[in-house]
């Protein structure tokens, strides 16, 4: 039998069916592989090995596989791989190896060989199957400098929440400690003018550490995330409502809760999700109207879809997507208190879960804000 100058192609006219089967079987298949006699001469190669590297049959069956493309195949590696270690170890796996082609650039091909001999009589034949890994490998190498860079970009959060804990705070600490001391002891003798002055700059100095305070919070979401745990929503609905009690007391209104499931969580994280989505609710309620906002879950496949509904004052549909964003305000600082940023960390902490949210409403018809989390995290017990 003479080697075939065309993919896995048997040049005798009788061949059989079974042979001719699982030649066609390995042309089809996605990654190059190679058959080569016992002097290293290629026997056969499938259609990827060509597609891959660009190479006709003619100038490859029947070529020393090491002197193929005027010696492009001349690989040290190779060759310690096919000379020195095949002939002891009869079959290996998962081998690096790296080298610039001059018509196609640089590849790394993670290579698998085994050596076999079809019969006592028969010479020893030697599979080679090559795995073009380059994209994966600069992929990974991507995500690796991608990690690193998150990785010190979340270091340089927490020293900026260090920052903002304790040199932000204790000069705000001064202004409204000696402010009031101002207010008890002078504030009598102060004539309108003076007083609207000292007022102006108590309620600037207090808008002030809330900021700082929101601001922190929106860093802890990544700077002091936790693992990843079994988490019961259905008692951390409980909490966050047992804390919101007098608020929702003072609304005139109830919350009413659905069954919640156990998912794979950051406990604390669900806590303070639970609270900004319910405080938003009762925050934002109609005047003159009794407060519902109901709690709901349902299935989706692998995830659970949270909706937190209310009657409130809604808002415009244009608006779903800016609401999310950090000090965006819909409404007059006078009106409801706040920065913004409520439902920006909403948004973080659902993202850091793999999950999404999203919001609908009419103006004046209440509003339905969504949250869909997988029930099983990809990286249990890890914080992302």
């Known amino acids: 039998m003479t080697p075939s100058t065309r993919p896995f192609e048997n040049a005798d006219a009788e061949v059989p069916f079974a042979q001719q ?93 085994r050596l076999m001999t079809p019969g006592p009589d028969s010479e020893r034949l030697i599979l080679l199957a090559i795995e073009d890994i380059t994209e994966r490998r600069l992929t990974e190498k991507r995500l690796s400098d991608q990690r690193r860079e998150l990785t010190r970009s979340n270091e340089e959060l927490a020293v900026f929440a260090s920052v903002a804990s304790h040199d932000l705070q204790e000069p705000l600490r001064k202004i409204l400690a000696f402010g009031e001391l101002l207010d008890t002891t002078a504030g009598p003798a102060l004539g309108a003018e003076g007083r609207q002055h000292l007022d102006r700059m108590l309620s600037a100095a207090t808008r002030m550490r809330t900021l700082i305070n929101d601001l922190l919070s929106y860093s802890h979401v990544t700077a002091r995330s936790q693992p990843f745990v079994p988490t019961e929503l259905a008692r951390i609905a409980r909490d966050v409502i047992g804390d919101l009690e007098t608020a929702i007391a003072d609304a005139g209104g109830r919350v009413e809760v659905g069954e919640l499931p156990v998912i794979e969580a950051d406990p604390l994280q669900m806590r303070q999700l639970l609270q900004n989505l319910l405080g938003n609710a009762l925050k934002f309620r109609r005047a003159g109207e009794p407060l519902l906002v109901q709690l709901a879950c349902s299935s989706r496949g692998r995830h659970c879809v949270l909706t937190v509904t209310d009657n409130g004052i809604g808002f415009g549909e244009e608006y779903s ?64």
């Open 21 to 113: 089967l699982l030649l066609d079987i390995l042309d089809t298949l996605r990654d190059p592989l190679l058959v080569l006699d016992a002097e290293f001469r290629v026997t056969q190669a499938n259609r990827a090995f060509f597609q891959t590297f660009r190479v006709a049959p003619e100038e490859t069956i029947g070529e020393i596989l090491f002197t193929l493309g005027n010696g492009q195949w001349d690989i040290r590696p190779l060759h310690e791989l096919l000379n020195d270690r095949l002939p002891l170890e009869t079959q290996l796996y998962d081998c690096d190896v790296e080298h610039v082609f001059p018509n196609i650039g640089r590849k790394i091909m993670l290579l698998n060989a």
């Open 321 to 384: 997507e800016k609401i999310f964003k950090m000090f965006e305000r819909l409404h007059n600082r006078m009106e409801y208190v706040g920065n913004g940023i409520g439902l920006a960390i909403c948004r973080k902490i659902v993202e850091r879960h793999f999950g999404t949210i999203t919001a609908t409403s009419t103006a004046g018809r209440g509003a339905t804000v969504t949250v869909t989390l997988p029930v099983a995290q990809p990286t249990t017990g890890h914080a992302a």
